[in-house]
């Protein structure tokens, strides 16, 4: 569960980190260096990717943001 929890905060940093960023590919690893959140952009849609200790543990999947609910 610490090491799930590990991940997503890194993903969570990466990602705020990344929406600031130009360029199309940027990484981020924990204070340890056992988790590593790798972002890109292809044709503008944003993906991360998630290694834990050199083994992908998430392949490169598309990041995206769907709200809870919209209010009309």
């Known amino acids: 569960m610490r090491h799930l929890l590990t991940a997503l905060?890194?993903?969570l940093l990466g990602s705020i980190m990344s929406c600031?960023?130009?360029k199309d590919n940027s990484s981020v690893i924990s204070p340890d260096k056992k988790v590593?959140?790798?972002f890109s952009t292809?044709?503008?849609v944003l993906?991360?990717?998630v290694e834990w200790q050199g083994v992908e543990t998430i392949r490169k999947s598309e990041?995206?943001?769907i709200p809870n609910s919209?209010?009309?």
Do not use: R
């Open 70 to 72: 919209i209010k009309k």
């Open 42 to 44: 292809e044709k503008g």
């Open 63 to 65: 990041l995206s943001i």
């Open 36 to 38: 590593e959140v790798h």
């Open 9 to 11: 905060t890194v993903l």
């Open 20 to 22: 600031k960023s130009v």
């Open 47 to 49: 993906e991360y990717q």
